[in-house]
């Protein structure tokens, strides 16, 4: 759709996504609900505002806010998905360890999270109330997840507008931990492959095609007006926690990709480390092999 063209922009004022019916195992899809007033928030002035006061009222800046986008290489060695399973509910360290998030199923679509974003903020143009024009965007960090060269340039071109790719490594297949010839159940394998527990047990949905629709390049739409960000943690360093130097930054662009932790692994000593674990103590894990 051409920005601009189509029907009014949808907001939350007129229409919200939320979460429906869950099913069996809990899995949830999105419905349409009806939208939020907005809330004047008089008391913070210490008066109220005269009747009329919305059109009479003439703004000094109309911001759109972006946040958190975290654009992410979800095929990247570098990332940590095998960590997550010590804090899933039926992890017998997961008191112990707590809240890992180095995990998402839907994590491919980050690139076209974004894209979709985007799309709303352009098509809006004017501010819901005032109808003044948006002056520019402020996007308010970790734009990437990775501290990774790939994941930032796909950041600037899904806000300028540009070729976006949302791949990594090899051209001719897909090479995450959701790829059907990755036998570890606890990845979510929307395309085929072994049984998992996300679909198993949770109800998540068999997609076949969606690693390649996922990866299949597109033209961005960009914002059409300037955008300014700030830092956040996942920008400077590695899973926003570990500065990417030295080995570990050779590692991010290295031929293989672990994704199975071994049987015999204390994951609350490996967690608590200020560091992963080096390389050597790697070489026993189950490793998916990528051409980078």
């Known amino acids: 759709m051409t920005a601009g063209a189509g029907p009014e922009p949808v907001t939350t004022g007129s229409r919200r996504l939320v979460p429906g019916e869950a099913g069996a195992g809990g899995y949830r899809t ?25 059109r009479s009222a003439r703004p000094l800046l109309v911001i759109a806010h972006l946040s958190d986008t975290h654009v992410m290489d979800h095929q990247s060695p570098g990332r940590a998905e095998l960590f997550d399973r010590y804090s899933d509910p039926d992890s017998p360290v997961r008191a112990e360890v707590g809240v890992i998030g180095t995990y998402r199923a839907q994590e491919l679509f980050t690139y076209q999270v974004v894209e979709a974003m985007v799309r709303a903020v352009r098509h809006a143009k004017t501010a819901p109330l005032s109808g003044a024009p948006v002056d520019f965007t402020v996007v308010t960090g970790d734009a990437t997840d990775n501290c990774q060269l790939n994941e930032l340039r796909a950041y600037i071109d899904l806000l300028d507008g540009g070729q976006v790719r949302p791949d990594s490594g090899s051209p001719e297949r897909y090479e995450g931990v959701a790829a059907p010839a990755v036998e570890d159940e606890r990845y979510w394998h929307p395309d085929g492959g072994g049984p998992d527990l996300p679909t198993t047990r949770y109800g998540f949905p068999r997609v076949p095609g969606v690693l390649t629709a996922a990866r299949r390049p597109f033209p961005a739409t960009g914002l059409g007006m300037p955008w300014y960000a700030v830092h956040g943690n996942h920008d400077n360093m590695l899973q926003g926690t570990v500065p990417a130097v030295g080995w570990l930054g050779d590692f991010l662009v290295g031929p293989a990709k672990f994704v199975t932790p071994p049987g015999d692994l204390y994951p609350a000593g490996v967690l608590t480390r200020s560091m992963p674990p080096r390389p050597a103590r790697w070489r026993s894990w189950p490793v998916a092999r990528t051409s980078r």
């Open 30 to 54: 999105l419905v349409a609900a009806d939208g939020e007033r907005h809330l004047v928030r008089d008391d913070l002035a210490g008066m109220s505002l005269p009747a009329g006061w919305r």
